[in-house]
Structures are given as structure tokens and as C-alpha cells.
């Protein structure tokens, strides 16, 4: 009989020691006290990914990566396709990401000639994104910093920039507006004397030949992002409207953001 309750004792023993963690008093499971979950990380393509430092393996950094501030060396990570701006010639590629890993492949790029500090900025960013890198994240959701650490040890760091489709939450349609050589007087809520710029559509077959022009001028009641009206000038731009989800109640909910200057008449005709 000793023995039968001896066994009852040292099975009731292993149980417990298999048995999960014990949970809090509030009966919550305990965790860790940090936790990282890729769930967690920023997507690559949620974010325009600008350098902000590039150092070599003993920490020194690296001269042939230092930009100014009016050009920024930049990363986009696209539909499984990275593209490279801010120096001499964009460059582009396929990538993949997983588990910390970013692996790029066999870069291609423009063939254009320009000074020779930009031409070393290419070389040298198009040398340390190539293979597999270890890419680690920190900061905040809404400004993330991208580190990478590139085969010989080479540590680049890019500050997060959201995209136009992350910061007002839709896909952009591309359109091409004709902005007017002079602006216009119209009402403004709060701006006496406010001047809008005056646009119409133009629209293109898919050969790129102009079609007749049907829309006619009206004010732009909001201004187009990242472009700088030069008076007397007439301008083609090709923008992406976008559908901001929740703009304040001072703000339309289209967004004009500027893709490209197609051509520019100083002539204003």
C-alpha cells in the first residue's frame, strides 16, 4: 500500500513539472517581458527609405555615400523590384526579404554621365546592396529606421519616409494635368486674395500622342505636392490623385502629388 501511494506521489510530481506556466492572478498567461514579431515590422514598400549615415566596418564613414541635403539618396521597394534614386542614375532590381535577410539581385542601371562625386555614389551604393544583407528595424511606426548591414561589414542606416499610398491610404491614379502660365483669384475660407493654380486633363493614346483636349480650365482649389508654380510658365505634370481617407475638416479628400514635368513652355502658350 506504502508503495502505491509513493507512485500516486511521484506521478502527481511529474505532471506538475510538465505541466504550462502558471498564469497571473488576472489570468493572463505571462510573457516575456519583450517581445519582436515580424507582424510588428514595417513593410519595405509602406516607406521611401532615405540614408542617413553609411559607415565602414571599423565605424568610419563611408565618403563616397555622403549626400546633401537637397538630394537624398534614396530606396523604394517596390512590386518585388527595388529602385535606387539620388545620385547620377537610378538603378534598379529585384529583392526578397525574409527572416532579417534582404537578398538583391544583379542591379541594372541608366546610362547617364555626370560629375564624378556622383558617379562614385553610384558605384559605391550599387557595391554595398548586392547579395544578402542583414536588415534589422527600430524607431517609431510613423518615422522607422531601416539598418542594413551589407557582406564586409558595412553598416548603412535609412531614415523612413512614409509613401503617399501609406500616409492618405488609397492607390494613386495617374493623371496628367496642363497648369496654366498664370494663376487665378479664388475663394479661400481663410486666405483673402488666395490664388489657385488653373488646370485641365490632358490625356494621351497608348502610343503617347496628345489626344484633342476636352476638359476646360478651372481652379485648382488645392495645391500639387512637390510641385513649385514658376508664373508666366505654362506645365505639363503627370500626378497621382489620391483618396485621402481621413483628411481634416479644413482639407479636400483628393490629393495631388507630383510624379513627373513633362514639358514646360516659358512662352506661357
Avoid at 535606387?84 to 542614375?89: E, F, K, Q, Y
Avoid at 493614346?205 to 510658365?233: C, F, K, M
Wanted: aromatic share 8%.
Amino acid at each position: 500500500m506504502k508503495h502505491n501511494i509513493l507512485l500516486v506521489a511521484v506521478c502527481a510530481a511529474l505532471l506538475q513539472a510538465c505541466a504550462p506556466a502558471s498564469t497571473s492572478h488576472e489570468g493572463t498567461p505571462s510573457m516575456p517581458a519583450t517581445t519582436s514579431s515580424a507582424a510588428t515590422q514595417p513593410e519595405l514598400s509602406a516607406y521611401y527609405w532615405n540614408l542617413a549615415s553609411a559607415s565602414d566596418a571599423a565605424g568610419k564613414p563611408i565618403a563616397a555615400l555622403a549626400t546633401s541635403n537637397e538630394r537624398k539618396l534614396r530606396l523604394n521597394f517596390g512590386d518585388q523590384r527595388l529602385n535606387i534614386s539620388g545620385g547620377c542614375n537610378k538603378q534598379f532590381g529585384g529583392y526578397s526579404y525574409q527572416n532579417g535577410v534582404l537578398k538583391v539581385q544583379q542591379l541594372a542601371s541608366t546610362m547617364m554621365a555626370c560629375d564624378k562625386r556622383l558617379m562614385d555614389l553610384d558605384a559605391e551604393i550599387g557595391r554595398q546592396l548586392k547579395g544578402d544583407l542583414r536588415a534589422a528595424f527600430s524607431g517609431e511606426t510613423h518615422a522607422p529606421v531601416l539598418q542594413l548591414t551589407t557582406q564586409d561589414g558595412s553598416v548603412l542606416k535609412f531614415q523612413g519616409e512614409p509613401t503617399p499610398e501609406t500616409r492618405y491610404g488609397s492607390k494613386g491614379e495617374t493623371k496628367f494635368l496642363e497648369v496654366a502660365a498664370k494663376t487665378v483669384k479664388c475663394s479661400h475660407p481663410l486666405i483673402p486674395n488666395y490664388q489657385c493654380l488653373q488646370v485641365r486633363e490632358r490625356r494621351y493614346d497608348d502610343a503617347g500622342l496628345q489626344l484633342p483636349t476636352q476638359d476646360n480650365w478651372h481652379p485648382l482649389y488645392q495645391s500639387i505636392e512637390g510641385y513649385e508654380h514658376r508664373d508666366g510658365v505654362r506645365t505639363v505634370v503627370r500626378v497621382k490623385q489620391y483618396e485621402w481617407k481621413n483628411p481634416p475638416a479644413d482639407a479636400s479628400s483628393q490629393v495631388y502629388v507630383l510624379d513627373l514635368v513633362v514639358e514646360q513652355d516659358a512662352s506661357g502658350k
